[in-house]
């Protein structure tokens, strides 16, 4: 069994727990986002369109329903405030694809690839219209993304794509030892202030008439429909559950989803020596190809936020606040940053945080109704929802409104996931498959029985 570059060249335990004595257990996004409050839901209440989250995905149903028809009641209800769950915990990379990367895509809808390429475009650029339009302060930087292989096997699976480029080539973007090759993708992806992007949609909402109704969480959705929260009830004519990986409101839902957590530090704003040592000019996001990968980017004082590669799932499928402090999680980002960058030795994290993913066998967003049309749902976006749930919520208008829409009449829109089978089976199988990820990522990238099997049913995943 091979090693990898991150193991053959893992900086001291010493300089690894320097780094990490500072931080706090925190997300930085949220810390430096604007806070703004909006009332608790009591009593009875009407909306002719109800909006269960307010995260990404509901947010943006709220606004795109307004913009619509201004004269629409909307109501939007979250649990806790404004974009605290997975959009203020994310990499702030808003990507075009709708599919979790081509691949992913044309494995599965071949036929429609080209179509949802194009939708996803759209999308991205309407998504930045948009920020324009309403004079969004969300640090947007459409400079794309630099894929990097780490491996030499990984140099093959770049050599196709029209923005290869070779070693020396790539480090002249980014300067890292550990890279082998690159793609650069230069249109598809901005990035983002996830927390910011997350209060300017509540802004936005807010100024267009859509009333938030924060620390509400619903506890029951009743024939009506009506949604039941903690302090009060609200009746609509329409709902639309953008619960991301909380436990799903609909029954049909509940094994559609599997929670996992992602892991990610910040560092401190680098010195304007430390950032030439790197060059990244292009301030472009990276992410390497491997199968348990790495996405990394700058922010916009110029710390690197680093995450991914762990993906972990606890047995039940519960959401605890205890899982985001996993000091391994974040022992093992700081030294893989520290090989990918040794020449930021000394380099202090300043915060690390998890969040947790509404991952679906798909790994990518599904959509569909209940309550004879009057409910829709839009989940399972697996951590590329920053731009996809912007599409997601006009698939979810389209569906309420009945209309039949490019959007609805696609086979990725109609058609559902497998689930994942109940407890104990959903743990071994996750945790073989995480476990079976990394020995490719050992071998070669050679899929063992598991992983081709799961490619036979539909269940595999390739970025």
């Given amino acids: 069994m091979g090693t990898t570059v991150f193991e053959r060249h893992r900086p001291a335990g010493a300089a690894i727990e320097a780094a990490l004595a500072p931080s706090r257990l925190s997300p930085f996004w949220i810390d430096d986002a604007p806070a703004r409050r909006f009332p608790t839901l009591a009593g009875r209440h009407e909306a002719d369109l109800a909006i269960v989250g307010g995260g990404y995905s509901g947010l943006w149903t709220a606004v795109l329903a307004k913009e619509r028809d201004p004269g629409l009641r909307v109501v939007v209800v979250e649990a806790r405030r404004v974009g605290w769950a997975a959009s203020g915990r994310n990499g702030g990379f808003c990507e075009a694809s709708l599919t979790h990367g081509y691949e992913n895509g044309a494995s599965r809808w071949p036929d429609e690839i080209d179509t949802l390429e194009r939708l996803g475009l759209e999308n991205l650029d309407e998504i930045e219209a948009t920020v324009a339009r309403y004079g969004m302060d969300v640090h947007w930087e459409r400079n794309g993304t630099l894929a990097v292989?780490?491996?030499?096997?990984?140099?093959?699976?770049?050599?196709?794509?029209?923005?290869?480029?070779?070693?020396?080539?790539?480090?002249?973007?980014?300067?890292?030892?550990?890279?082998?090759?690159?793609?650069?993708?230069?249109?598809?992806?901005?990035?983002?202030?996830?927390?910011?992007?997350?209060?300017?949609?509540?802004?936005?909402?807010?100024?267009?008439?859509?009333?938030?109704?924060?620390?509400?969480?619903?506890?029951?959705?009743?024939?009506?429909?009506?949604?039941?929260?903690?302090?009060?009830?609200?009746?609509?004519?329409?709902?639309?559950?953008?619960?991301?990986?909380?436990?799903?409101?609909?029954?049909?839902?509940?094994?559609?989803?599997?929670?996992?957590?992602?892991?990610?530090?910040?560092?401190?704003?680098?010195?304007?020596?430390?950032?030439?040592?790197?060059?990244?000019?292009?301030?472009?996001?990276?992410?390497?190809?491997?199968?348990?990968?790495?996405?990394?980017?700058?922010?916009?004082?110029?710390?690197?936020?680093?995450?991914?590669?762990?993906?972990?799932?606890?047995?039940?499928?519960?959401?605890?606040?205890?899982?985001?402090?996993?000091?391994?999680?974040?022992?093992?980002?700081?030294?893989?940053?520290?090989?990918?960058?040794?020449?930021?030795?000394?380099?202090?994290?300043?915060?690390?945080?998890?969040?947790?993913?509404?991952?679906?066998?798909?790994?990518?967003?599904?959509?569909?109704?209940?309550?004879d049309g009057a409910v829709a749902y839009a989940l399972g976006f697996t951590g590329l929802g920053v731009g996809a749930t912007r599409f997601g919520a006009n698939v979810m208008l389209d569906l309420l409104a009945g209309e039949e829409t490019e959007r609805t009449g696609l086979r990725m829109v109609r058609e559902k996931p497998l689930p994942f089978p109940p407890e104990p089976l959903a743990s071994l199988g996750i945790n073989a498959t995480r476990w079976s990820l990394d020995r490719a990522d050992h071998r070669e990238g050679r899929r063992n029985l598991l992983l081709r099997g799961l490619d036979a049913v539909g269940m595999g995943f390739d970025s």
């Fill in 149 to 371: 292989a780490v491996e030499p096997h990984q140099v093959d699976w770049l050599r196709d794509d029209p923005g290869f480029l070779d070693a020396a080539s790539t480090r002249t973007l980014v300067n890292s030892p550990t890279y082998l090759a690159g793609s650069v993708s230069p249109h598809d992806t901005a990035m983002v202030h996830p927390g910011r992007l997350a209060a300017e949609l509540a802004r936005v909402a807010a100024d267009l008439g859509v009333e938030i109704f924060e620390d509400s969480p619903v506890m029951a959705l009743e024939d009506g429909p009506v949604l039941l929260t903690r302090d009060g009830e609200l009746r609509a004519s329409r709902v639309a559950l953008a619960t991301n990986a909380f436990r799903p409101l609909l029954r049909r839902n509940r094994l559609m989803t599997v929670p996992v957590y992602d892991y990610v530090v910040m560092t401190e704003p680098l010195t304007a020596a430390q950032l030439a040592s790197i060059g990244w000019e292009g301030r472009q996001g990276v992410a390497d190809v491997g199968n348990q990968f790495h996405y990394y980017r700058l922010t916009r004082d110029n710390r690197i936020l680093f995450g991914g590669y762990d993906a972990i799932y606890h047995a039940g499928g519960r959401l605890k606040a205890s899982y985001q402090d996993r000091p391994a999680s974040y022992e093992r980002l700081v030294s893989h940053l520290l090989t990918t960058f040794p020449q930021l030795e000394g380099v202090t994290i300043t915060h690390r945080w998890a969040g947790a993913i509404d991952t679906s066998s798909r790994f990518c967003a599904f959509f569909g109704t209940a309550r």
